[in-house]
């Protein structure tokens, strides 16, 4: 990612985008071709290094697409991309129920992924601040972005704590069976992207600051229903508003980061984005260490006090 901001700077997100789309495609089955711990690992390398290109670029054409539509579209963008997680999900377990190995997936996957992929990229938008930009190898954040990084990791990290413990809360400190968890964890990853479809709208209609604000109290408040007792239904419930909240919240912060004026729309958001993937490594960790040394419910708690730093100080962030 932050290889890749100075390249979209210069470049071009279009061309970027083209190029990290068709490799990360095409190295998706490198992974049977691997005979060793060795080889596998250098297939995820190429895997990760195409896919990180793919996201920064993604995200900086959508900058691009919000400039010329003149109206927020960031939150629906990354609905789809909730969307179209939970459709590889549902489309893997298809593919095993039907007696399918990965072999059979991934193939499936590259062959009905890259033909509506490469005709999709025929209508991107040439950025208008791909010319002239040279000199930089990595996207390193400028002073500006730091607050914005330092909110995208929470965030970041707020999802990743929800995407690897939710289910796991729900069977091991309430109780429920395996089915109930996985619905608990579907109904957090279905409210996200309803609120992300949803949230464009509501940005239009306010600033990105109440809306980063505003999303961070539902959140929180989410957290507090899902932990407070040992109602499955209340959890639920919590599960559902911490889906809402944290919906909007990292589209609003690339958004931001994206239109700094010191810095390149593909940089400033492969710096942000860097911070926040950071999260996801960090804090789903973070969380098991702290179930061990006290429960589960407490490190999830912990988690959530990180969003009141953004409700608190979430009015520093402006844009330019």
Known sequence: MLFGGPRIDRFGSRLVLLISTLGFS??????????????????????????????????????????????????????????????????????????????????????????????????????????????????????????????TCIAFVCEGAMFDWGAVYLRDALGSDASTAALGFGTFSAAMAAGRLLGDRVVARTSRVTILRGSAVIACLGYVLALAGESIVLTFFGYALIGLGVANIVPVLFSLAGTRKEIGHGSGIAAVATAGYSGSLLGPAWVGFLADLFSLRWALAVTAVFLVLLVCFGRLVRKD
């Open 26 to 151: 095409f190295s998706l089955p490198l992974v049977l071709l691997a005979q060793s711990l060795p080889q596998l690992l250098a297939a995820v390398v190429v895997i990760g290094f195409a896919n990180g290109l793919m996201d920064v670029s993604m995200n900086a054409q959508g900058i691009t697409v919000e400039r010329r539509r003149d109206r927020p579209i960031m939150s629906s963008l990354h609905a789809f991309f909730s969307i179209g997680g939970m459709t590889g999900a549902a489309a893997a377990a298809l593919s095993y129920g039907l007696g399918g190995g990965i072999e059979h997936y991934l193939l499936t996957v590259c062959v009905l992924v890259i033909p509506p992929a490469v005709l999709a990229l025929h209508g991107l938008f040439p950025d208008a601040q791909a010319a002239g930009l040279k000199g930089r190898i990595l996207a390193l954040p400028p002073r500006s972005l730091w607050l914005i990084a330092a909110f």
